[in-house]
């Protein structure tokens, strides 16, 4: 199985630099690795060259220019590129350990997709980690301990790792909390959907769009908690003018009044388009 991992941006390379140092690390490295920029700048082009020269497997640029919140299409256009049979996407402030894509692999499976989980960040420890003062990634249990106590991160749960079985299947038609910073779905149903739904412009709900639409389409939901968390650096939240917006087309999803293939998505991108 070929896997593609894509990692969506936008004008953050020192936490892009972060994620991808944690992909050079993988146990199983993946076949490629994407960048999907949403239209950064210089800085991130530098960062991505960089990293080209010291990843153990190719990186790709996929870029478009910056026209506000579009990462729907910064995704399409990069899984059009992307030659694996499965699709890992994450978000360019969310580092890996070094067990993530051997893991993923693990998970999949024909006909599920498969949702993960995340630990928060506080800023402080994000700070720390952008500058090089910790690396949270390799950090043995007892450092989480202490980082919890401090409130440095939510959770810990998330950290232990079980093994599969039916009990990941139970959530198989719920699309809640379902996020493309942790998920992972074969190539074929995504394109089976016609990817992300571009008219969801700004933040919010892209995702549960996908999830509702790819259940829809027979695709069930596995669970990844408790196998392959991320680490999500802290940002400030994104503005969220048109949220009303992108909620009232996830109801009309869920409400059946839009189809399961996306209006306006990946086919455009592909190479027969």
């Given at each position: 199985?070929?896997?593609s ?42 960062c ?8 153990p ?15 729907a ?31 993923h ?17 506080d ?20 450092r ?54 571009e ?9 549960a ?14 669970d ?39 209006p306006?998505g ?8």
């Open positions: 199985m070929n896997l991992v894509i990692v969506t941006t936008y004008n953050r390379p020192d936490a892009l630099a972060c994620v991808l140092m944690s992909l050079a690390g993988q146990n199983l490295p993946p076949s490629e690795i994407l960048v999907a920029d949403d239209g950064s700048g210089a800085a991130t082009a530098a991505v060259r960089d990293w080209q020269q010291r990843l497997c190719p990186l790709h640029h996929v870029w478009q220019p910056d026209d506000g919140f579009r990462a299409m910064a995704r399409n256009r990069a899984a059009a590129q992307a030659s694996g049979d499965y699709l890992v996407f994450i978000d360019g402030d969310c580092m890996v350990f070094p067990d993530f894509t051997e893991r692999r693990a998970l999949a499976e024909t006909g599920w997709f498969v949702a993960g989980n995340r630990l928060l960040l800023a402080e420890l994000t700070r720390s980690t952008l500058h090089g003062e910790a690396d949270p990634v390799s950090w043995p249990a007892w989480w301990l202490v980082a919890r106590g401090q409130g440095r991160v939510n959770r810990l749960a998330p950290l232990l790792r079980l093994p599969g079985g039916s009990w990941r299947k139970h959530r198989a038609g719920q699309w809640r909390g379902v996020r493309t910073c942790n998920l992972g779905l074969w190539r074929r149903d995504l394109l089976s959907v016609n990817g992300f739904d008219s969801f412009a700004g933040w919010g709900h892209e995702d769009d996908l999830a509702v639409r790819l259940i829809r389409s027979g695709v069930k939901r596995k990844g908690q408790f196998s392959v968390p991320v680490l999500h650096l802290w940002h400030q939240e994104n503005p969220r003018a048109l949220e009303g917006e992108n909620y009232a087309r996830l109801m009309a999803t869920l409400n059946g009044e839009r189809d399961t293939r996306s306006q990946i086919d455009q991108y592909l190479p027969h388009a």
